[in-house]
């Protein structure tokens, strides 16, 4: 059974600093994997995703995510976070063909100015 | 963010009434989801069109009946709800019917509270 896994609850990071979002996945054969943002009264919105190819995929507002088969995993990161990317993050994975998605259970991100 | 709204965005209602949330998406979609947002869950997945057919149901309780009239509509009747289905009700649509490689646009939600 696909699975999604954010080990952390909470990130806090100083702004002007790297930042890291953790996305641990089960799912058998090649994943579709997906990154989502999430702000207050808001909808979800697409960050970016890896289909196939390069491991390095890089996405909206200066976000990019590592996709690393070997550990199953698919970190977001960011070089210098900024106080308004505070949010609420999602992970996410899809069988190949499949419509369902399964969503990991958010990482929120708190930036300190 | 235009592509996908929902209404009402906020609904109160008790567990004998029957109200219906509304989702239109403008972006040429073909696939469109209904979701639902409890605090410190997982997205569940609840319903899934594709070219207006039903493709996906994830054991939904009866009480919550989805209907897509058309590629840009969707639907979510609600009836003698319970107190835990009160969550945060998110609409999707992607492009594209077989699932795959497409991202998903959400609307705004629904917000619901059942008294």
């Known amino acids: 059974a696909q699975s999604v896994a954010q080990p952390e609850d909470q990130v806090n990071v100083a702004e002007g600093n790297p930042l890291t979002v953790k996305c641990t996945y089960s799912?058998?054969?090649?994943?579709?994997l997906f990154w989502y943002v999430q702000y207050p009264n808001r909808g979800l919105q697409f960050l970016l995703k890896?289909?196939?190819?390069?491991?390095l995929v890089k996405g909206s507002y200066g976000f990019e995510a590592e996709f690393n088969k070997s550990q199953t995993s698919f970190h977001l990161k960011k070089p210098s976070a900024l106080v308004s990317d505070s949010a609420l993050y999602f992970c996410?994975?899809?069988?190949?063909?499949?419509?369902?998605?399964?969503f990991g259970a958010g990482t929120r991100l708190f930036v300190k100015a | 963010e235009t592509g996908v709204t929902q209404t009402p965005r906020h609904l109160v209602m008790g567990m004998t009434n029957k109200k219906s949330l509304k989702c239109e998406q403008h972006?040429?979609?073909?696939?469109m989801y209904w979701y639902k947002q409890s605090a410190k869950k997982p997205l569940e997945l609840m319903f899934v069109y594709s070219l207006e057919e039903r493709v996906e149901n994830n054991s939904v309780p009866s009480r919550f009946s989805p209907e897509c009239p058309n590629s840009s509509h969707l639907f979510l009747h609600l009836h003698t709800l319970q107190p835990e289905d009160s969550a945060l009700y998110l609409c999707?649509?992607?492009?594209?019917?077989?699932?795959?490689?497409?991202?998903?646009?959400f609307g705004p939600g629904t917000r619901l509270t059942v008294t």
């Open positions: 890896y289909i196939t190819g390069d491991n």
């Open positions: 972006l040429g979609h073909n696939a």
């Open positions: 799912v058998s054969g090649n994943p579709y």
């Open positions: 996410a994975v899809r069988e190949p063909g499949g419509f369902k998605t399964i």
């Open positions: 999707a649509s992607s492009q594209g019917a077989s699932g795959g490689t497409y991202e998903q646009y």
